[in-house]
C-alpha cells in the first residue's frame, strides 16, 4: 500500500461505504431541476396549473409519499409521483410513465459528481482499501449514474435500496452490505451527508462515519427523516465535502 487513510488516534479502515446521492454527486440540485424541467415541458397535461403549482403540489406529495413509507416501508418513484399529480389535476395518470422517462433523462444530464471525486477514489483504492456503495435509490437509476460518470469500477458492492428491498436507516440494509464486504463493522468507515440515516445507524453498529454536511440543506435525504431525527449528532469525523477526506491519506 503507498499510503493509508488514517485517523486522529491511529485507527484505519479497511473498507469504506460511501453513500451517492449528495455525498459524491450533486444529487438536491438535479433533482429540483429535473422536475421543473419536466413539469415545464408537459404543464399543459396538468389542466392549466402553472409550473411553480404543480411543484408545489409535487412537494406536498412527497410529504404524504413519506409518510407513508414510514408507516409501510414503501417508496414511491418519479414515474408513479407524476402519475398522481395527474390524476390529482384531472389529467391521464397513464402519462406518469412518459414524465418518469423524461424527468430521468433530465437528472441525469443535471447530475454532476462533486469536484475531485473520481481522484479521490482512485487514491482510496490505490491505498488498498475497498471501496463499497449504499443508496436508498432506485436500482436503474443509480446503475445508469454509476455507468455514466464512470464511478461503477470503484465499489463492490452496490447495495441498493430498490434492488434489495430495504431502506436506510434501517440496520438490516448496512449488515447486508458489511456481509457482501466480509469484514466486520468495527473495520468499515460509513461516510454519507445524511447524520440519521447514514452516520447514526453506522455508529450503532459498531463501524466508524464521516458526516459529509456541506451539501444542499440535505434535501433528498430529508425526504426519509421521521420526525425527531437529529440532523447533527457525535461523529468519527464531520467534513463540507467528501474530498476532504483526502487529506486523512498517508498522514
Same mark, same amino acid.
Given at each position: 500500500?503507498?499510503?493509508?487513510?488514517?485517523?486522529?488516534?491511529?485507527?484505519?479502515?479497511?473498507?469504506?461505504?460511501?453513500?451517492?446521492?449528495?455525498?459524491?454527486?450533486?444529487?438536491?440540485?438535479?433533482? *429540483? /431541476? =429535473?422536475?421543473?424541467?419536466? $413539469?415545464?415541458? @408537459?404543464? &399543459? !397535461?396538468?389542466?392549466?396549473?402553472?409550473?411553480?403549482?404543480?411543484?408545489?403540489?409535487?412537494?406536498?406529495?412527497?410529504?404524504?409519499?413519506?409518510?407513508?413509507?414510514?408507516?409501510?416501508?414503501?417508496?414511491?418513484?418519479?414515474?408513479?409521483?407524476?402519475?398522481?399529480?395527474?390524476?390529482?389535476?384531472?389529467?391521464?395518470?397513464?402519462?406518469?410513465?412518459?414524465?418518469?422517462?423524461?424527468?430521468?433523462?433530465?437528472?441525469?444530464? *443535471? /447530475? =454532476?459528481?462533486?469536484?475531485? $471525486?473520481?481522484? @479521490?477514489? &482512485? !487514491?482510496?483504492?490505490?491505498?488498498?482499501?475497498?471501496?463499497?456503495?449504499?443508496?436508498?435509490?432506485?436500482?436503474?437509476?443509480?446503475?445508469?449514474?454509476?455507468?455514466?460518470?464512470?464511478?461503477?469500477?470503484?465499489?463492490?458492492?452496490?447495495?441498493?435500496?430498490?434492488?434489495?428491498?430495504?431502506?436506510?436507516?434501517?440496520?438490516?440494509?448496512?449488515?447486508?452490505?458489511?456481509?457482501?464486504?466480509?469484514?466486520?463493522?468495527?473495520?468499515? /468507515?460509513?461516510?454519507?451527508?445524511?447524520?440519521?440515516?447514514?452516520?447514526?445507524?453506522?455508529?450503532?453498529?459498531?463501524?466508524?462515519?464521516?458526516?459529509?454536511?456541506?451539501?444542499?440543506?440535505?434535501?433528498?435525504?430529508?425526504?426519509?427523516?421521521?420526525?425527531?431525527?437529529?440532523?447533527?449528532?457525535?461523529?468519527?469525523?464531520?467534513?463540507?465535502?467528501?474530498?476532504?477526506?483526502?487529506?486523512?491519506?498517508?498522514?
Amino acid at each position: 500500500m503507498s499510503s493509508l487513510l488514517t485517523f486522529e488516534d491511529g485507527w484505519r479502515p479497511r473498507a469504506i461505504l460511501f453513500d451517492l446521492d449528495d455525498t459524491l454527486l450533486r444529487s438536491s440540485e438535479a433533482d *429540483a /431541476l =429535473a422536475l421543473e424541467r419536466t $413539469v415545464a415541458r @408537459f404543464h &399543459e !397535461a396538468f389542466n392549466g396549473l402553472t409550473v411553480s403549482q404543480i411543484i408545489e403540489q409535487h412537494a406536498d406529495l412527497l410529504r404524504e409519499v413519506r409518510d407513508a413509507y414510514h408507516r409501510t416501508g414503501t417508496w414511491a418513484y418519479p414515474a408513479e409521483r407524476l402519475s398522481r399529480l395527474l390524476a390529482r389535476a384531472g389529467g391521464d395518470p397513464s402519462q406518469g410513465a412518459l414524465l418518469g422517462e423524461h424527468y430521468t433523462e433530465a437528472r441525469l444530464e *443535471a /447530475l =454532476a459528481p462533486y469536484e475531485g $471525486v473520481g481522484e @479521490f477514489l &482512485e !487514491a482510496l483504492r490505490a491505498a488498498g482499501l475497498r471501496l463499497g456503495l449504499l443508496s436508498n435509490g432506485s436500482g436503474q437509476m443509480q446503475r445508469r449514474v454509476l455507468l455514466r460518470f464512470r464511478l461503477a469500477p470503484y465499489f463492490d458492492p452496490v447495495v441498493l435500496a430498490g434492488e434489495v428491498g430495504l431502506r436506510k436507516p434501517d440496520p438490516a440494509i448496512f449488515e447486508f452490505a458489511l456481509g457482501q464486504m466480509g469484514f466486520r463493522p468495527e473495520e468499515v /468507515l460509513m461516510v454519507g451527508d445524511s447524520y440519521a440515516l447514514d452516520v447514526l445507524p453506522a455508529l450503532q453498529l459498531g463501524m466508524r462515519a464521516v458526516h459529509v454536511a456541506g451539501g444542499p440543506g440535505d434535501a433528498r435525504s430529508h425526504l426519509f427523516h421521521r420526525p425527531g431525527d437529529p440532523l447533527e449528532g457525535p461523529c468519527t469525523l464531520r467534513v463540507g465535502r467528501v474530498t476532504e477526506l483526502a487529506a486523512f491519506l498517508a498522514r
